[in-house]
């Protein structure tokens, strides 16, 4: 009986042609998927350790990325600005729970370890292939346009545009997101204290941008979130 006949993959089955082109999209289209995973993921982990803001924050990202687009951020620029507003606190888990939660006003020792939190999730994002900018955009986003912030008391462009971007949407975000010992603050409010630390702790021309569409739809995604202007009081 004659045996069956096993194509070999070299000789009598070659790999078929794939142009260049296509071969080229494939692999992109499998970065990007990884990259969602890798975003993914550490979004749950942001979830387990409750550091997650849920809505606010994924509505928050969507706002960075329209100031982004409309400051003529360049695509790659865009990339890193998504990663970066989704796991700017992703070193936060690296903080003990005693110091997250803590009821209350950090004190000196606590508040310094708090500070770590930006450098923490530089040193796990820069590991992963990809993520190298966006890490050191995280590094950053703590900083203040006067020189005031943390970790390296970067001055006004100094600081990454992506990093001045997030700082104004993760203390948006912070401001009006109500913890288990407060409630978070109107965003009236919110506004309010952006625009006054405008050119000092922000940089204007991200707040102005933020601003310029975000307080327009304000009133409608704060409602949905079922944390409207009442609620917050
Ligand atoms: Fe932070």
């Not at 042609?17 to 499998?30: A, C, D, G, T, Y």
């Not at 993921?41 to 997650?52: A, S, V």
């Not at 702790?201 to 739809?217: H, N």
Request: proline share 5%; net charge negative.
């Amino acid at each position: 009986m004659a045996s069956e006949r096993i194509p070999v993959l070299t000789a009598d089955f070659p790999m078929p042609w794939v142009p260049e082109s296509l071969r080229v999209k494939q692999l992109e289209e499998q970065l990007s998927s990884l990259r969602s995973a890798v975003i993914c993921g550490f979004n749950q982990l942001l979830d387990l350790k409750d550091l997650n803001t849920g809505v606010h924050s994924t509505r928050l990202a969507e706002w960075g990325m329209r100031v982004g687009q409309e400051l003529g951020l360049e695509e790659s620029q865009l990339q890193n600005l998504e990663v970066s507003a989704l796991l700017h606190d992703i070193g936060k888990v690296g903080i003990p729970d005693s110091i997250l939660r803590k009821p209350g006003k950090l004190d000196d020792a606590e508040f310094e370890l708090m500070k770590k939190h930006p450098e923490y999730g530089w040193a796990v994002l820069r590991m992963l292939p990809g993520f190298e900018r966006a890490a050191l955009d995280i590094l950053h986003h703590h900083e203040r346009c006067d020189g005031k912030g943390y970790p390296a008391g970067l001055r006004d462009t100094e600081i990454p545009i992506v990093s001045r971007i997030v700082c104004v949407i993760d203390a948006f975000d912070a401001m009006v997101s109500s913890r288990p010992y407060r409630k978070g603050l109107p965003y009236e409010e919110a506004v309010r204290r952006l625009v006054e630390c405008s050119g000092t702790q922000f940089d204007a021309k991200v707040v102005q941008c933020f601003l310029s569409f975000a307080q327009a739809e304000m009133s409608t995604v704060f409602a949905a979130a079922g944390t409207s202007v009442s609620s917050a009081l």
